[in-house]
Protein backbone atom coordinates (compact mmCIF):
# COMPACT_ATOMS: atom_id res chain seq x y z
CA UNK A 1 0.00 0.00 0.00
CA UNK A 2 1.55 3.37 -1.27
CA UNK A 3 2.09 6.14 1.91
CA UNK A 4 0.66 9.55 1.15
CA UNK A 5 4.78 10.24 1.84
CA UNK A 6 6.06 8.46 -0.72
CA UNK A 7 7.46 10.07 -3.94
CA UNK A 8 4.85 10.22 -7.06
CA UNK A 9 8.13 9.54 -9.78
CA UNK A 10 8.11 6.18 -7.12
CA UNK A 11 4.44 6.04 -6.85
CA UNK A 12 4.31 5.69 -10.57
CA UNK A 13 6.98 3.23 -11.28
CA UNK A 14 5.68 0.74 -8.52
CA UNK A 15 2.20 1.19 -9.93
CA UNK A 16 3.25 0.16 -13.51
CA UNK A 17 5.60 -2.59 -11.88
CA UNK A 18 2.60 -4.34 -10.53
CA UNK A 19 1.07 -4.22 -13.47
CA UNK A 20 3.98 -5.29 -15.29
CA UNK A 21 4.29 -8.49 -12.79
CA UNK A 22 0.81 -9.47 -13.13
CA UNK A 23 -0.18 -13.05 -14.33
CA UNK A 24 -3.12 -12.90 -16.97
CA UNK A 25 -5.52 -14.64 -14.75
CA UNK A 26 -5.25 -11.39 -11.81
CA UNK A 27 -4.53 -8.57 -14.06
CA UNK A 28 -7.46 -7.04 -13.35
CA UNK A 29 -7.68 -6.97 -9.72
CA UNK A 30 -3.95 -5.49 -9.66
CA UNK A 31 -4.88 -3.04 -12.04
CA UNK A 32 -7.53 -1.98 -10.23
CA UNK A 33 -5.66 -1.72 -7.17
CA UNK A 34 -2.48 0.32 -9.00
CA UNK A 35 -5.13 2.77 -10.08
CA UNK A 36 -6.48 3.55 -7.28
CA UNK A 37 -3.86 4.25 -5.94
CA UNK A 38 -2.79 6.42 -8.64
CA UNK A 39 -6.28 8.62 -8.69
CA UNK A 40 -6.70 8.42 -4.67
CA UNK A 41 -5.93 12.23 -4.36
CA UNK A 42 -6.67 14.94 -6.22
CA UNK A 43 -4.64 17.13 -4.54
CA UNK A 44 -1.52 14.67 -5.78
CA UNK A 45 -3.10 13.95 -9.43
CA UNK A 46 -1.03 16.63 -11.23
CA UNK A 47 2.17 15.50 -9.50
CA UNK A 48 0.85 11.92 -10.89
CA UNK A 49 0.64 13.52 -14.02
CA UNK A 50 3.61 15.23 -14.31
CA UNK A 51 5.82 11.62 -13.42
CA UNK A 52 3.30 9.19 -15.51
CA UNK A 53 4.60 11.34 -18.80
CA UNK A 54 8.03 11.49 -17.66
CA UNK A 55 7.67 7.44 -16.91
CA UNK A 56 6.12 6.90 -20.62
CA UNK A 57 8.67 9.09 -22.38
CA UNK A 58 10.74 6.94 -21.07
CA UNK A 59 8.73 3.52 -22.25
CA UNK A 60 8.50 5.05 -25.12
CA UNK A 61 12.09 5.87 -26.25
CA UNK A 62 12.68 1.87 -25.04
CA UNK A 63 10.47 0.75 -27.84
CA UNK A 64 12.17 2.70 -30.88
CA UNK A 65 15.18 1.22 -29.45
CA UNK A 66 13.72 -2.32 -29.70
CA UNK A 67 12.09 -1.22 -33.40
CA UNK A 68 9.04 0.00 -32.93
CA UNK A 69 8.15 3.38 -35.02
CA UNK A 70 5.24 5.98 -33.86
CA UNK A 71 2.61 4.18 -36.35
CA UNK A 72 3.35 0.60 -34.80
CA UNK A 73 2.75 1.58 -31.31
CA UNK A 74 -0.39 3.35 -32.23
CA UNK A 75 -1.64 0.54 -34.31
CA UNK A 76 -0.98 -1.91 -31.60
CA UNK A 77 -3.26 0.19 -28.75
CA UNK A 78 -6.07 -0.25 -31.35
CA UNK A 79 -5.45 -3.95 -31.62
CA UNK A 80 -5.13 -4.69 -28.27
CA UNK A 81 -7.19 -2.02 -26.18
CA UNK A 82 -9.74 1.00 -27.08
CA UNK A 83 -10.27 4.03 -28.59
CA UNK A 84 -9.16 5.90 -25.20
CA UNK A 85 -5.84 4.10 -25.26
CA UNK A 86 -5.46 4.96 -29.05
CA UNK A 87 -5.68 8.62 -28.15
CA UNK A 88 -3.59 8.16 -25.22
CA UNK A 89 -0.80 6.64 -27.27
CA UNK A 90 -0.72 9.28 -29.52
CA UNK A 91 -0.17 12.04 -26.87
CA UNK A 92 1.94 9.72 -25.34
CA UNK A 93 4.01 9.54 -28.71
CA UNK A 94 3.45 13.58 -28.78
CA UNK A 95 5.40 14.08 -25.37
CA UNK A 96 8.38 11.73 -26.36
CA UNK A 97 8.62 13.65 -29.48
CA UNK A 98 9.62 16.47 -27.71
CA UNK A 99 13.14 15.56 -27.25
CA UNK A 100 13.92 15.27 -30.66
CA UNK A 101 14.68 18.23 -33.27
CA UNK A 102 13.26 17.93 -36.59
CA UNK A 103 16.76 16.75 -38.24
CA UNK A 104 16.54 13.84 -35.66
CA UNK A 105 14.14 12.20 -37.51
CA UNK A 106 13.96 10.80 -40.61
CA UNK A 107 11.19 12.14 -43.79
CA UNK A 108 8.67 8.79 -42.82
CA UNK A 109 9.76 9.25 -39.29
CA UNK A 110 7.94 12.84 -39.32
CA UNK A 111 5.34 11.65 -41.70
CA UNK A 112 3.54 9.15 -39.26
CA UNK A 113 3.73 11.81 -36.30
CA UNK A 114 1.42 14.85 -39.31
CA UNK A 115 -0.33 11.83 -39.83
CA UNK A 116 -1.00 10.89 -36.50
CA UNK A 117 -1.58 14.47 -35.34
CA UNK A 118 1.02 13.98 -32.50
CA UNK A 119 1.59 17.02 -31.02
CA UNK A 120 1.35 18.28 -28.20
CA UNK A 121 -1.67 20.28 -26.92
CA UNK A 122 -1.93 20.14 -23.50
CA UNK A 123 -0.42 23.60 -21.41
CA UNK A 124 1.98 21.73 -19.21
CA UNK A 125 2.53 18.32 -18.16
CA UNK A 126 1.17 18.85 -14.55
CA UNK A 127 -2.25 19.36 -16.07
CA UNK A 128 -1.88 16.33 -18.99
CA UNK A 129 -4.26 14.26 -17.34
CA UNK A 130 -6.52 16.75 -16.09
CA UNK A 131 -7.13 18.04 -19.46
CA UNK A 132 -7.07 14.71 -20.79
CA UNK A 133 -9.94 13.36 -18.66
CA UNK A 134 -11.83 16.66 -19.53
CA UNK A 135 -11.85 15.57 -23.24
CA UNK A 136 -12.54 12.16 -22.98
CA UNK A 137 -15.05 12.42 -19.73
CA UNK A 138 -13.28 10.30 -17.83
CA UNK A 139 -12.88 10.42 -13.64
CA UNK A 140 -9.13 9.99 -12.53
CA UNK A 141 -9.60 6.14 -11.92
CA UNK A 142 -10.75 5.21 -15.37
CA UNK A 143 -7.74 6.99 -16.94
CA UNK A 144 -5.27 5.90 -14.83
CA UNK A 145 -6.87 2.73 -15.62
CA UNK A 146 -6.13 3.12 -19.07
CA UNK A 147 -2.53 4.52 -19.04
CA UNK A 148 -1.30 1.51 -17.28
CA UNK A 149 -3.34 -1.04 -19.68
CA UNK A 150 -1.43 0.81 -22.31
CA UNK A 151 1.77 0.82 -20.48
CA UNK A 152 2.14 -2.86 -19.83
CA UNK A 153 0.82 -4.08 -23.45
CA UNK A 154 3.57 -1.53 -24.53
CA UNK A 155 6.04 -3.13 -22.29
CA UNK A 156 5.38 -6.45 -23.27
CA UNK A 157 6.24 -5.98 -26.99
CA UNK A 158 9.32 -8.04 -28.05
CA UNK A 159 11.86 -6.39 -30.54
CA UNK A 160 11.04 -6.40 -33.97
CA UNK A 161 13.64 -5.83 -36.99
CA UNK A 162 14.28 -2.08 -37.51
CA UNK A 163 13.14 -0.50 -40.71
CA UNK A 164 14.66 3.17 -40.08
CA UNK A 165 17.11 4.81 -38.03
CA UNK A 166 15.66 5.51 -34.41
CA UNK A 167 15.48 9.69 -33.49
CA UNK A 168 18.59 10.77 -32.58
CA UNK A 169 21.01 8.05 -33.68
CA UNK A 170 22.64 7.88 -37.01
CA UNK A 171 21.04 6.45 -39.68
CA UNK A 172 21.91 2.85 -40.74
CA UNK A 173 23.32 2.18 -43.97
CA UNK A 174 20.67 0.68 -45.39
CA UNK A 175 16.99 2.69 -46.19
CA UNK A 176 17.75 6.07 -44.96
CA UNK A 177 15.02 7.66 -47.16
CA UNK A 178 15.83 11.73 -48.39
CA UNK A 179 14.58 14.49 -46.29
CA UNK A 180 12.12 15.49 -48.06
CA UNK A 181 9.66 14.01 -49.83
CA UNK A 182 10.49 13.71 -53.68
CA UNK A 183 8.22 15.85 -56.44
CA UNK A 184 7.05 13.47 -58.20
CA UNK A 185 5.15 12.27 -55.17
CA UNK A 186 3.15 15.32 -54.69
CA UNK A 187 1.85 14.90 -58.33
CA UNK A 188 1.04 11.36 -57.88
CA UNK A 189 -0.84 11.90 -54.38
CA UNK A 190 -2.96 14.34 -56.14
CA UNK A 191 -3.99 12.18 -59.03
CA UNK A 192 -4.68 9.46 -56.31
CA UNK A 193 -6.87 11.61 -54.31
CA UNK A 194 -9.11 12.60 -57.36
CA UNK A 195 -9.34 9.33 -58.13
CA UNK A 196 -10.60 8.10 -54.79
CA UNK A 197 -13.19 11.03 -54.73
CA UNK A 198 -14.26 11.24 -58.57
CA UNK A 199 -18.19 9.43 -58.53
CA UNK A 200 -17.09 8.32 -61.92
CA UNK A 201 -15.48 4.98 -62.33
CA UNK A 202 -13.86 6.27 -65.85
CA UNK A 203 -12.31 8.93 -64.63
CA UNK A 204 -11.31 6.82 -61.49
CA UNK A 205 -9.70 4.51 -63.89
CA UNK A 206 -7.56 7.24 -65.70
CA UNK A 207 -6.51 9.10 -62.81
CA UNK A 208 -4.68 5.99 -61.28
CA UNK A 209 -3.39 4.52 -64.28
CA UNK A 210 -2.35 8.18 -65.24
CA UNK A 211 -0.59 8.00 -61.32
CA UNK A 212 0.74 4.45 -61.78
CA UNK A 213 2.27 5.66 -65.05
CA UNK A 214 4.30 8.19 -62.65
CA UNK A 215 5.71 5.64 -60.14
CA UNK A 216 7.10 3.44 -62.77
CA UNK A 217 8.94 6.29 -64.42
CA UNK A 218 10.21 7.79 -61.57
CA UNK A 219 11.40 4.67 -60.47
CA UNK A 220 13.37 3.50 -63.94
CA UNK A 221 14.51 7.22 -63.44
CA UNK A 222 15.57 6.59 -59.79
CA UNK A 223 17.49 3.42 -60.93
CA UNK A 224 19.45 5.54 -63.30
CA UNK A 225 20.23 8.28 -61.23
CA UNK A 226 21.51 5.93 -58.76
CA UNK A 227 23.74 3.99 -61.16
CA UNK A 228 24.97 7.33 -62.91
CA UNK A 229 26.65 7.91 -59.54
CA UNK A 230 23.73 10.22 -58.22
CA UNK A 231 22.69 11.71 -55.40
CA UNK A 232 20.29 9.04 -54.90
CA UNK A 233 19.71 6.42 -52.08
CA UNK A 234 21.61 3.49 -53.29
CA UNK A 235 20.81 0.42 -50.66
CA UNK A 236 17.89 -0.92 -50.20
CA UNK A 237 15.41 0.21 -47.10
CA UNK A 238 12.20 -0.80 -45.44
CA UNK A 239 8.67 0.29 -44.29
CA UNK A 240 5.78 -1.21 -42.37
CA UNK A 241 1.95 -1.16 -43.25
CA UNK A 242 -0.66 -2.08 -41.64
CA UNK A 243 -2.67 -4.87 -42.45
CA UNK A 244 -5.71 -5.37 -40.24
CA UNK A 245 -8.74 -7.78 -40.01
CA UNK A 246 -11.05 -8.88 -41.82
CA UNK A 247 -9.13 -10.43 -44.32
CA UNK A 248 -6.18 -9.87 -43.45
CA UNK A 249 -4.38 -12.74 -45.91
CA UNK A 250 -6.44 -11.45 -49.16
CA UNK A 251 -5.27 -7.58 -47.86
CA UNK A 252 -1.68 -9.15 -47.83
CA UNK A 253 -1.91 -10.90 -51.04
CA UNK A 254 -2.69 -6.90 -52.60
CA UNK A 255 -0.17 -5.35 -50.79
CA UNK A 256 2.14 -8.06 -52.20
CA UNK A 257 1.23 -7.54 -55.56
CA UNK A 258 1.47 -4.08 -55.61
CA UNK A 259 5.52 -4.64 -53.60
CA UNK A 260 6.18 -6.97 -56.31
CA UNK A 261 5.17 -4.59 -59.29
CA UNK A 262 7.50 -1.79 -57.98
CA UNK A 263 10.40 -4.37 -57.24
CA UNK A 264 10.05 -4.84 -53.50
CA UNK A 265 9.45 -7.61 -51.13
CA UNK A 266 6.86 -8.57 -48.61
CA UNK A 267 6.64 -10.22 -44.83
CA UNK A 268 3.96 -10.71 -42.88
CA UNK A 269 3.75 -10.31 -39.24
CA UNK A 270 0.25 -11.80 -39.05
CA UNK A 271 0.34 -11.27 -34.95
CA UNK A 272 1.24 -7.96 -35.29
CA UNK A 273 -1.23 -6.71 -37.87
CA UNK A 274 1.36 -5.13 -40.43
CA UNK A 275 3.73 -6.14 -43.17
CA UNK A 276 7.55 -5.05 -43.81
CA UNK A 277 7.70 -3.89 -47.36
CA UNK A 278 11.82 -4.37 -48.63
CA UNK A 279 12.89 -2.04 -51.30
CA UNK A 280 14.32 1.09 -52.64
CA UNK A 281 13.12 4.69 -51.05
CA UNK A 282 11.27 5.69 -54.43
CA UNK A 283 9.80 2.36 -54.70
CA UNK A 284 8.59 2.25 -51.59
CA UNK A 285 6.85 5.33 -51.82
CA UNK A 286 4.97 3.90 -54.82
CA UNK A 287 3.63 1.04 -53.14
CA UNK A 288 2.38 2.89 -50.14
CA UNK A 289 0.61 5.31 -51.94
CA UNK A 290 -0.55 2.96 -54.69
CA UNK A 291 -1.52 -0.04 -52.00
CA UNK A 292 -3.46 2.61 -50.00
CA UNK A 293 -6.01 3.72 -53.45
CA UNK A 294 -6.52 0.16 -54.63
CA UNK A 295 -7.32 -1.29 -50.74
CA UNK A 296 -9.88 1.98 -50.82
CA UNK A 297 -11.39 0.23 -54.42
CA UNK A 298 -11.17 -2.95 -53.24
CA UNK A 299 -13.49 -2.38 -50.04
CA UNK A 300 -16.11 -0.29 -51.97
CA UNK A 301 -16.41 -3.15 -55.47
CA UNK A 302 -16.40 -6.05 -52.41
CA UNK A 303 -18.82 -3.94 -50.30
CA UNK A 304 -21.08 -3.33 -53.14
CA UNK A 305 -20.87 -6.99 -54.18
CA UNK A 306 -21.48 -8.06 -51.35
CA UNK A 307 -25.08 -6.24 -51.33
CA UNK A 308 -26.24 -7.84 -53.92
CA UNK A 309 -27.55 -12.07 -53.39
CA UNK A 310 -26.22 -15.17 -54.62
CA UNK A 311 -27.41 -16.45 -57.67
CA UNK A 312 -29.41 -19.22 -55.86
CA UNK A 313 -31.06 -16.15 -53.41
CA UNK A 314 -28.99 -16.31 -50.55
CA UNK A 315 -27.10 -13.91 -48.97
CA UNK A 316 -23.45 -13.74 -49.27
CA UNK A 317 -20.98 -14.80 -46.52
CA UNK A 318 -17.62 -13.81 -45.39
CA UNK A 319 -16.13 -16.74 -47.81
CA UNK A 320 -17.52 -14.87 -50.57
CA UNK A 321 -15.63 -12.02 -49.62
CA UNK A 322 -12.80 -13.68 -48.71
CA UNK A 323 -12.38 -14.79 -52.03
CA UNK A 324 -13.39 -11.36 -53.99
CA UNK A 325 -10.68 -10.14 -52.50
CA UNK A 326 -8.41 -12.70 -53.03
CA UNK A 327 -9.78 -13.15 -56.70
CA UNK A 328 -9.24 -8.87 -57.09
CA UNK A 329 -5.80 -9.27 -55.79
CA UNK A 330 -4.53 -12.29 -58.33
CA UNK A 331 -5.65 -10.01 -61.08
CA UNK A 332 -4.22 -6.68 -59.80
CA UNK A 333 -1.11 -8.54 -59.80
CA UNK A 334 -1.64 -9.69 -63.95
CA UNK A 335 -2.31 -6.01 -64.76
CA UNK A 336 0.51 -4.18 -62.83
CA UNK A 337 3.12 -6.88 -64.17
CA UNK A 338 1.97 -5.86 -67.50
CA UNK A 339 2.03 -2.50 -66.82
CA UNK A 340 5.57 -2.56 -65.62
CA UNK A 341 7.10 -4.83 -68.10
CA UNK A 342 5.93 -2.17 -70.99
CA UNK A 343 7.10 0.76 -69.07
CA UNK A 344 10.68 -1.03 -68.69
CA UNK A 345 10.86 -2.07 -72.58
CA UNK A 346 10.24 1.37 -72.96
CA UNK A 347 12.86 2.67 -71.36
CA UNK A 348 15.10 0.37 -72.51
CA UNK A 349 14.46 1.26 -75.74
CA UNK A 350 14.85 4.59 -75.10
CA UNK A 351 11.72 6.12 -75.70
CA UNK A 352 10.86 8.94 -73.05
CA UNK A 353 10.81 8.08 -69.72
CA UNK A 354 8.45 11.01 -68.60
CA UNK A 355 5.59 11.89 -71.46
CA UNK A 356 5.97 15.53 -69.98
CA UNK A 357 8.96 16.64 -68.64
CA UNK A 358 11.90 14.25 -69.81
CA UNK A 359 13.84 12.19 -66.91
CA UNK A 360 13.44 12.92 -63.15
CA UNK A 361 12.65 16.84 -62.06
CA UNK A 362 12.73 17.31 -65.98
CA UNK A 363 15.95 15.72 -66.59
CA UNK A 364 16.49 13.36 -69.36
CA UNK A 365 18.14 10.30 -67.97
CA UNK A 366 20.12 7.87 -70.50
CA UNK A 367 20.94 4.47 -69.37
CA UNK A 368 24.72 3.75 -68.31
CA UNK A 369 26.57 1.68 -70.48
CA UNK A 370 25.35 -1.68 -70.27
CA UNK A 371 21.71 -0.35 -70.06
CA UNK A 372 18.71 -0.51 -67.88
CA UNK A 373 18.43 -3.99 -67.36
CA UNK A 374 21.40 -5.02 -65.26
CA UNK A 375 21.24 -2.08 -63.55
CA UNK A 376 17.16 -3.01 -62.39
CA UNK A 377 18.81 -6.78 -61.95
CA UNK A 378 21.23 -5.51 -59.82
CA UNK A 379 18.56 -3.66 -57.60
CA UNK A 380 16.67 -6.61 -57.66
CA UNK A 381 19.40 -8.67 -56.26
CA UNK A 382 20.05 -5.72 -53.73
CA UNK A 383 16.87 -6.43 -52.14
CA UNK A 384 16.70 -9.84 -52.12
CA UNK A 385 19.70 -9.70 -50.06
CA UNK A 386 18.53 -7.41 -47.56
CA UNK A 387 15.48 -9.36 -47.24
CA UNK A 388 18.08 -12.46 -46.20
CA UNK A 389 19.82 -10.21 -44.02
CA UNK A 390 16.44 -8.87 -42.10
CA UNK A 391 14.82 -11.74 -41.91
CA UNK A 392 16.93 -15.08 -42.68
CA UNK A 393 13.85 -17.38 -41.65
CA UNK A 394 10.64 -17.40 -43.67
CA UNK A 395 8.00 -19.03 -44.87
CA UNK A 396 5.22 -19.25 -47.27
CA UNK A 397 1.79 -19.04 -46.49
CA UNK A 398 -1.32 -19.38 -49.07
CA UNK A 399 -4.21 -18.29 -48.89
CA UNK A 400 -8.05 -20.66 -49.73
CA UNK A 401 -10.29 -19.62 -51.76
CA UNK A 402 -14.02 -21.31 -51.33
CA UNK A 403 -16.60 -19.77 -52.95
CA UNK A 404 -16.28 -19.37 -56.59
CA UNK A 405 -18.80 -17.00 -57.71
CA UNK A 406 -16.77 -14.42 -55.24
CA UNK A 407 -13.44 -15.25 -56.88
CA UNK A 408 -15.52 -14.23 -60.68
CA UNK A 409 -16.62 -11.26 -59.60
CA UNK A 410 -13.39 -10.35 -57.56
CA UNK A 411 -11.72 -10.71 -60.85
CA UNK A 412 -13.92 -8.63 -62.20
CA UNK A 413 -13.84 -6.26 -60.31
CA UNK A 414 -10.16 -6.29 -60.92
CA UNK A 415 -10.16 -5.24 -64.42
CA UNK A 416 -12.56 -1.95 -63.37
CA UNK A 417 -9.58 -1.07 -61.14
CA UNK A 418 -7.17 1.65 -61.82
CA UNK A 419 -3.68 1.07 -62.38
CA UNK A 420 -0.54 -1.12 -64.92
CA UNK A 421 1.96 -3.25 -62.70
CA UNK A 422 4.61 -8.18 -60.55
CA UNK A 423 4.13 -11.25 -59.19
CA UNK A 424 5.19 -12.53 -55.60
CA UNK A 425 4.49 -14.38 -52.59
CA UNK A 426 3.67 -13.60 -48.95
CA UNK A 427 6.09 -14.46 -46.27
CA UNK A 428 6.49 -14.70 -42.87
Known sequence: MASTDQPVDELVAEAVGRVLAAPAGGLEFVVDGAASGLAASVERWPAVSRALLAFAERSVGRCW????????????????????????????????????????????????????????WWPSDEAFLGEFASRHRLDRFALATAALELLRVWALLPPVTPVGSVPGQSAPRAGAPRADEPR????????????????????????????????ARHSIDEALLSASGGPSADDPGAIRIGVDNPYEGPKTMLLDAVAAANRCRVVWAKEFGFCTVIGFDADLDAVELLYTSLLVQATAAMHRAGSRKHKDGAARTKAFRQSFLVAYAARIRERLADA?????????????????????????????????????????EAVEDAVGRMFPKLVSQRVRVSDGEGWVEGRAAADRASLHRGSGRIER
Not at 66 to 82: F, M, N, Q, T
Not at 202 to 215: F, G, I, P, W
Not at 361 to 371: E, I, K, Q, T
Open 65 to 120: AAGWRPADLVRVARRELGPVQVALAVDLIAAESRRHPAAALDRRWREQLRELEAEQ
Open 184 to 215: MLGRIRALLAKAESTDFPDEAEALTAKAQELM
Open 340 to 380: TERATEDAAAGRPVHGEDGGADGVRLPAPGGGLLPVLAARA
